[in-house]
């Protein structure tokens, strides 16, 4: 992660902001057929269908969201990209354009803005997106990114947070806590080299949890498996900031309660380990964790033999009628009020 002294830095200022957009966006290539005209005109012009239009944006603050010390601007790239084709797969629609629009200092030449849309274009290569516009502009201070994701769904397909009904199974993809314990070791790590720069840290025993949260993918996959099973969930979210929020979110705007059991949370075993390590509940790890981008959805209890046993897929718990409130139900089977403890952008540090 150290930086090399020795590598050749180009002035932003000598390409000028045209020339700068021409030179990092000259290698995306043109994916979806809906993209009629993608970045070099005052507009992006979309070909629009009979499907509903999705759209949804993120802002990404240096110092706020991530930090450059242990964050290569490659992954960050990657990652800006991930955080929003999320919320496109959160209402099982399909992700076709993004736009760009970064605020760099000078202290960042045009070496580290390549390194950023190289990690951008591997996205939108991966996931099949175009990029069709943005903006540049300079910062007094660091660096943000705003991306927007554009994506489609049939009308009769789209899943809102507000559907959820009284007996739906609770149902998470993937495992939960890696991302959170990722950036605790990456920050344990900055600590340490802080003291000694001389140290190396070995980083072996965390490579699952440190690309979870260096390198999240988001997950596409998941509207292609329900329908393989024919289900269709009656509410979704992506996880972002943290199981207990999200839940939180799907009751109440469905107005119902829930009861997630916390032997049914699904952890990967680099989770429990490092837990114990770093003297943390994992239990509470995987409520309130967050940036782990799987979706948590709510399917009818009658699709119970559909999605029990599936690899992806977890049942966590069930929903219940609004005024049993938000519960846990632990290891001991006793009920414990859910908290929503995950991620606040506008918090102040302490």
Not at 35 to 47: N, P, Q, R
Not at 70 to 76: D, E, F, R, S, V
Not at 202 to 220: H, S, V
Not at 314 to 342: C, F, M, W
């Amino acid at each position: 992660m150290l930086e090399d002294k020795n590598t050749q830095k180009t002035s932003l200022a000598e390409l000028g902001e045209f020339g700068l957009i021409n030179h990092i966006t000259k290698y995306f290539k043109v994916e979806n057929a809906s993209t009629v005209k993608a970045v070099g005109d005052d507009a992006a012009v979309l070909a629009v269908s009979e499907k509903q239009t999705l759209v949804t944006t993120d802002l990404l603050v240096e110092g706020v969201h991530f930090d450059l010390s242990y964050m290569p601007l490659k992954h960050l790239g990657y990652k800006a990209v991930m955080v929003n084709l999320s919320d496109v797969y959160a209402m099982n629609g399909v992700a076709e354009q993004i736009t760009v629009s970064i605020a760099v200092s000078n202290r960042f030449p045009l070496e580290a803005i390549e390194e950023l849309y190289a990690g951008i274009q591997l996205a939108c290569n991966t996931y099949k997106v175009d990029l069709v516009g943005g903006d540049t502009t300079s910062s007094t201070k660091g660096i943000l990114i705003s991306i927007t994701a554009i994506g489609k769904a049939e009308k009769d397909e789209v899943v809102y947070r507000n559907g959820a009904k009284d007996t739906d199974l609770i149902v998470v993809s993937g495992d939960l806590g890696a991302a959170y314990l990722g950036l605790q070791v990456l920050e344990r790590e900055k600590q340490v080299f802080k003291v000694d720069p001389n140290n190396q840290p070995d980083l072996d025993n965390y490579t699952y949890l440190i690309e979870r949260q260096l390198k999240p993918e988001a997950r596409k996959d998941v509207a292609g498996l329900l329908k393989e099973l024919e289900v269709k969930p009656t509410s979704m979210i992506d996880i972002s900031d943290g199981l207990s929020s999200e839940l939180f979110h799907i009751c109440t705007q469905s107005k119902v309660g829930c009861k997630v059991y916390e032997e049914k949370l699904p952890l990967d075993p680099q989770v429990i380990s490092t837990c114990e390590e770093f003297e943390l509940d994992s239990t509470m790890v995987a409520l309130s964790g967050g940036e782990d981008y799987e979706l948590l959805f709510t399917v009818p209890i009658a699709d119970f033999d559909k999605i029990k046993g599936n690899p992806n897929f977890s049942i966590i718990g069930h929903i219940t009628a609004e005024n049993q409130g938000l519960n846990l139900v632990t290891r001991a089977n006793q009920e414990i009020e859910l908290k929503a403890q995950g991620w606040n952008a506008l918090k102040e540090e302490q």
